[in-house]
């Protein structure tokens, strides 16, 4: 199955190994950037162009983790599981940074499904997610551990 945002609420039992769900964009823009960088990540390669060019990063570069929360708003909004997106732990990398005026958005595939043996109304889905830009490069993968619950 491959899917976009869904409507209806999704729990275990309407999910499958191998689901696609492709989110819809954010438009990054440097105002963005700085905002976040200020309140949260205020290192020199996320606030000034000049600093910057002398970084590793060559450039201002978003936060890892603001790209982490523009990541996870998209996911709230493709993958709609009926008692929210609670986590169970994550691996999350950032192959290449995310720059002013990259247009992202994700790709989420079912990895796989444990049903929980102690307890029937739950399961354990691994979900892999790519936060793309707009020229389809890799700017954070993540592999989650998510607690889903089966149709009340």
Request: negative net charge.
């Amino acid at each position: 199955m491959t899917a976009t945002a869904k409507n209806s609420p999704l729990y275990l039992d309407d999910l499958h190994e191998g689901d696609v769900f492709t989110s819809g964009e954010h438009a990054l823009d440097m105002p963005q950037i700085l905002d976040f960088a200020r309140q949260f990540d205020p290192q020199p390669f996320h606030l000034d162009e000049n600093a910057a060019r002398d970084t590793f990063f060559g450039g201002i570069a978003a936060s890892g983790w603001h790209t982490a929360a523009i990541t996870m708003r998209l996911i709230v909004d493709s993958v709609p599981l009926g008692n929210g997106i609670i986590g169970a732990g994550s691996d999350v990398s950032w192959p290449r940074p995310t720059r002013p005026g990259d247009v992202l958005h994700v790709v989420s595939t079912i990895l796989t499904i444990a049903p929980s043996k102690s307890k029937p109304d739950r399961g354990l889905v691994t979900v892999q997610s790519e936060t793309l830009n707009q020229r389809g490069e890799v700017c954070q993968r993540s592999v989650a551990r998510l607690l889903v619950f089966k149709r009340p």
